[in-house]
């Protein structure tokens, strides 16, 4: 190869890695496997070994990966944070075997342990207490992330035992799998977008601002590596077994292998018992187990030279696309999905796969009818990974992203900075209106039971509710005319409707569906503007100076409020009696209209946590007791209310009221 071929090669592999180290931290989709990143990396690793005169300082080769945010104080690790060399396959595991006994030409044992998925972390204990925990980083520094790292519940504050005064142990912060969805189902009702995977929720829980919002994230932590001047063993395995009894949670899979041998079994073993891990897991570690070998070997300038790690291959399936469709979302979002040729993929068959945006389309350059490798990675929707172009048929044509919107066929815009295609047509492109109104009656928005997304369709096709304010114009006939609706259930949705108009300003703003405003904004902007007058009327400064309102927040509150649609729809909402203020409502209110009557509240309630109807009842003179007597005035019987409850108020002759009918005794 000439000079000038060398440094075509070299720009073109550049400008490739730029572009996949772009898919998968900015886009969070990348587009090829690990293996093949990691190839094409040391393809230009080599070449510019051998070619410096082609040295760049911002190549990706220079690129270690940073996860500093600016927010945090940055520490300096005493141990720098190292990377592990990687290995995929029993051929490179067989060399870091050989490589290991040269350098230290005597017997050797190689510690086995699973390579957990989540985001790295450094503990500090000092006379055993921890004092700091610190991330990755750059591997030199890193964020201090004491305070959210102690709102895990595993991680031990102050230690038991014989520690030893000073030392570090590393582990990694992770989401079991039940967290990680339930994490995403609160997310996705409450308008937030979910995270990918749980590596991703893992590491952006760690990076909160708030750590009593941590606190509720179900993070969880292993340790596998401890660090200290003088350790207590001589041995890693027994360090860590001995951490055990300082109260750290250390793996239970871990094995001491005595030849390459047992090692390859281990592999085999987790590479199928992983998928029961109630965790993600995407390797094994190999660690030479005595620390007086491991200090002979020493280190390479990103990696230890007595470790290394052995990736998993993501399953891949092979098939052909069938057709991209189109999806609209509730804010205007359009995310193509290709549908697939059915194949078998980790247990389940895959007829789907995520496209998420018109790059990811493009990079793959994706063809009709095209033959296709999909993967099931740590995302739960499997992805295409790569075209099998040697396949493609002779006339195929491009998949071309339309430009117009696939319900409503208004032009497509793409908003600066992000990725997606948003349909603008906001208040009559159907999958968007019925979107909003599914979210407006949302358990955590107005909490409208019984209105699934069929009867929600159903009600807008027919031309009964076209936004959300018709609901309230809904007449019992209109809903019991409709299919499949039997009285009990229309009679149900009618009660929610109206329970609807007690629920808190907070939520009737989170409810309306602003782009970027879920709970937590919604309920910042009613503090900061506890009036829908003052809402409306704030400018984007003054928006902009509530607490962690951005101008991308402020801007699209504002837009919304310009709207002359939306205005009218305000309108009439406030018409139909929604709460448009922040009220301190009866709970704070004292009136005697109970006449210290007894009542007994059982169930869960459209508008009140049970606690809060309580509240009201003492507010407004009542007094409440636990259990049915034939002292008690009322059963306020909420959904799901006790059975033995309900049986003695029917037999003591206890009146059992509804929620709508207790609203009536206060008003
Ligand atoms: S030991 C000097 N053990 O993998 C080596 N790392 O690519 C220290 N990881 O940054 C790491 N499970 O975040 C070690 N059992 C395990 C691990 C593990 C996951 C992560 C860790 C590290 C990365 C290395």
């Known amino acids: 190869m000439n000079q000038s071929d060398i440094e075509l090669q070299i720009n073109n592999l550049r400008n490739q890695l730029h572009q996949h180290n772009h898919n998968y931290y900015v886009l969070n989709t990348p587009v090829i496997s690990d293996i093949e990143f990691d190839g094409l990396m040391q393809q230009l690793i080599d070449l510019e070994l051998s070619n410096p005169q082609f040295n760049d300082p911002n190549s990706p080769t220079q690129r270690v990966g940073s996860d500093i945010n600016k927010e945090f104080k940055q520490v300096k690790h005493v141990y720098p944070m190292l990377s592990l060399g990687n290995t995929y396959n029993e051929g490179e595991i067989a060399d870091f075997y050989t490589r290991v006994s040269k350098n230290i030409e005597s017997p050797f044992e190689i510690v086995c342990e699973l390579k957990y998925d989540g ?135 871990i094995k001491i292998c005595q030849t390459i041998n047992e090692v390859y079994d281990f592999i085999n073993h987790w590479n199928e018992a992983r998928h029961s891990l109630p965790f993600d897991i995407d390797g094994i570690v190999l660690k030479v187990n005595n620390l007086e070998q491991q200090r002979r070997l020493g280190f390479t300038a990103k990696s230890p030279r007595w470790a290394i790690s052995y990736k998993f291959k993501a399953e891949q399936g092979y098939t052909q696309l069938l057709s991209v469709s189109y999806q609209v979302g509730r804010t205007g ?122 009867t929600i369709d159903t009600l807008y096709q027919t031309g009964m509710v076209k936004d959300v304010a018709d609901l309230y114009q809904l007449h019992p006939m209109q809903l019991i005319s409709l299919e499949r609706l039997g009285d009990k259930s229309a009679n149900n949705i009618l009660a929610g409707i109206e329970a609807s108009k007690h629920i808190p300003f907070a939520r009737v703003i989170f409810a309306l569906g602003i782009r970027y405003v879920g709970e937590t904004v919604a309920k910042k902007l009613t503090q900061a503007f506890p009036t829908i007058d003052k809402l409306m009327g704030a400018s984007i400064e003054e928006l902009m100076e509530v607490d962690e309102i951005g101008d991308r927040i402020a801007m699209s509150v504002k837009a919304f409020f310009e709207d002359n649609e939306n205005l009218a729809l305000i309108d009439r909402l406030r018409k139909a009696g929604l709460q448009m203020q922040v009220i301190e409502d009866k709970t704070i209110t004292k009136t005697n209209k109970l006449n210290a009557q007894t009542f007994v509240v059982s169930g869960t309630f459209a508008s009140f946590s049970r606690d809060e109807l309580k509240s009201i009842i003492e507010n407004n003179g009542g007094k409440n007791v636990s259990g049915v007597s034939a002292k008690t005035n009322y059963l306020v019987a909420g959904e799901k209310t006790g059975p033995s409850k309900l049986a003695s108020a029917e037999k003591l002759g206890v009146k059992i009221i509804s929620e709508q009918e207790f609203i009536g005794l206060i008003e």
């Open 119 to 253: 985001t790295a972390i450094g503990l500090t204990y000092e006379n055993g207490e921890l004092v700091r925990a610190v991330t990755r980083g750059d591997g030199e520094m890193g964020d201090d992330v004491t305070a959210n790292v102690k709102t895990i519940k595993s991680i031990p504050l102050k230690l038991k035992g014989n520690y030893p005064t000073s030392f570090e142990i590393r582990g990694e912060i992770f989401l079991p799998h039940k967290g990680f969805e339930k994490l995403n189902n609160d997310r996705e009702e409450a308008g937030d977008t979910p995270f990918a995977n749980p590596r991703n929720a893992a590491a952006g829980s760690l990076k909160m601002q708030n750590s009593a919002l941590v606190a509720k994230r179900p993070l969880d932590c292993f340790l596998y590596y401890l660090l200290g001047s003088e350790l207590p063993e001589i041995t890693h395995y027994d360090n860590l077994n001995l951490a055990r009894t300082w109260g750290f949670k250390i793996p239970e899979h």
């Open 333 to 454: 979002a359009i995310t193509p999905v290709a549908n697939l040729d059915a194949v078998q993929l980790a247990g389940t068959t895959v007829r789907r796969a995520s496209l998420h945006n018109s790059d990811i389309i493009n990079n793959l350059n994706l063809h009709h009818n095209d033959m296709v490798y999909v993967e099931k990675g740590g995302e739960i929707i499997p992805k295409i990974v790569g075209v099998d172009e040697t396949a493609r048929q002779a006339n195929a044509t491009k998949i071309q992203f339309p430009t117009t919107c696939p319900e409503c066929a208004t032009d497509l815009i793409r908003i600066d900075g992000e990725v997606a295609h948003y349909c603008p047509n906001t208040n009559h492109c159907p999958p968007q209106v019925k979107g909003r109104i599914e979210h407006y009656i949302a358990r955590k928005g107005m909490n409208i039971d019984g209105l699934g997304s069929e």
